[in-house]
């Protein structure tokens, strides 16, 4: 491995992280799912593993493909940042949506109690009969991963795009493959770790009585990811 190819691929190891972290984007959501959903950490991890997947191989497919047919630099970052666009508005946009719809149901199953969740046993208004039930959220019938993995699909990886561009220019299969490979297992090993550390310190908070809006705090918090793309650039 010559001096060259190591601080090439020591570059792509280091974009993937550094983007990773400062883009909460990456993680944030996928932390906010699993505290309102009460996702397990094996279930987060593998939604994260798959949704990274679909993140970073749409952009380096597009940026092999570009390089390939000698599209320019300008032109593959100018629809990464149309992509980034996309994905930022996806995002804020499934995270009020996903916000109106927590409020929604935090009003409709107030109960004539407080209670906690976990094994429940409660009276709904209205007189009906009290029920026990677990505190996992019609998880089985549920399209939140897939929305959020879709939306990944969108989201681009701008740093991954020039960092190619060297080894492409000089018609190197085997450096492109490796940068690409580094980038790749870098940014999704980050959001990985991020997500299963910030679940394991999210796992001894109690929200107590706003266990109720956790659904609409989830939403807020994807709806302000998104903000911060589009307004902050984050």
Known sequence: MTAE????????????????VLGPDHYVPFVAMAKARNWSNRRAMVIT???????????????????????ELLKLTALESFRGEIAGWLLFGFGIAYMIW????????????????GLLT???????????????????ANITPWIIFTIFVFGPCEPLIPV??????????????????????????TMLALVYASMRGLA????????????ALAGFVV???GAGI???GL
Not at 204 to 215: A, F, Q
């Open 164 to 189: 190619l561009l060297f080894p492409a220019a000089r018609a190197d299969a085997f450096n492109v493959f490796a940068v690409a490979l580094t980038f790749s297992v870098f940014t999704i090993g």
């Open 5 to 20: 190819f190591s601080l090439l691929l020591g570059t792509a190891a280091t974009l993937g992280l550094v983007h990773t």
């Open 230 to 232: 589009q307004f902050l």
């Open 122 to 140: 409660h009276k709904h208004p209205g007189g009906g009969l009290a029920h026990s039930h677990n505190g996992r959220h019609e998880d089985q």
């Open 223 to 225: 709806a302000s990811c």
């Open 204 to 215: 001894k908070v109690n929200l107590g009585i706003m266990e109720r809006y956790s659904h």
């Open 49 to 71: 593993l798959l949704s990274g997947i679909g993140h970073v191989s749409s952009s380096v497919v597009i940026g092999m493909v570009g390089l390939l047919f000698g599209v």
């Open 102 to 117: 927590g409020i929604r149901r935090a009003m409709k199953h107030v109960s004539s109690r407080p209670h906690s969740h």
